[in-house]
């Protein structure tokens, strides 16, 4: 029953992925996508290691989901990159990668104040410099 909740969860996410890459900016689509993701990920704990695990396995009920996810970061990337907004040196898989640490870090009590300043320092080394101003996780209301 998890499972299947954070299926439908997963796949609300990956839509929101799709609207974000009609109707934002290439750079803050990307942006807008990996707060989502953090917010996602702060709503259940210990979800970024379940994903993590099911990103490469197929006989995971979450693998659809998973591989969706990460089918919609490395196309937000790209979109980025081919306006000249996101590093040309990484890749989606480099991309999920990054999501999932995050995720991670803010998982954990002792790393979850600093989800703001994580979130701050991954989105700038990701994004080209002076490509977009980078809001806060808090201001945009993920964090509380």
């Known amino acids: 029953m998890f499972e299947a909740l954070l299926c439908t ?10 609207e974000l890459e ?14 989502e993701w953090v917010g996602f990920a702060q709503s259940y704990r210990g979800v970024v290691v379940l994903i993590a695990a099911a990103h490469t396995n197929p006989d995971s009920a979450l693998y659809a989901s998973c591989a969706a996810i990460h089918s919609a970061s490395a196309r937000l990337l790209l979109r980025a990159q081919a306006k000249g907004t996101a590093r040309a040196d990484i890749n989606g898989d480099d991309l ?12 954990q009590p002792s790393f979850a104040p600093l989800a703001d300043h994580l979130f701050h320092i991954i989105a700038s ?11 806060s996780v808090t201001d945009s209301g993920l964090i509380p």
């Open 96 to 107: 999920f990668a990054l999501m999932a640490a995050l995720g991670w870090a803010v998982d």
């Open 9 to 18: 969860n997963l796949d609300a996410l990956t839509q929101k992925a799709d």
């Open 22 to 35: 009609t109707a934002n900016s290439p750079d803050e689509a990307l942006v807008s996508w990996f707060r």
């Open 125 to 135: 080394a990701i994004l080209t410099s002076g490509s977009l101003e980078i809001t």
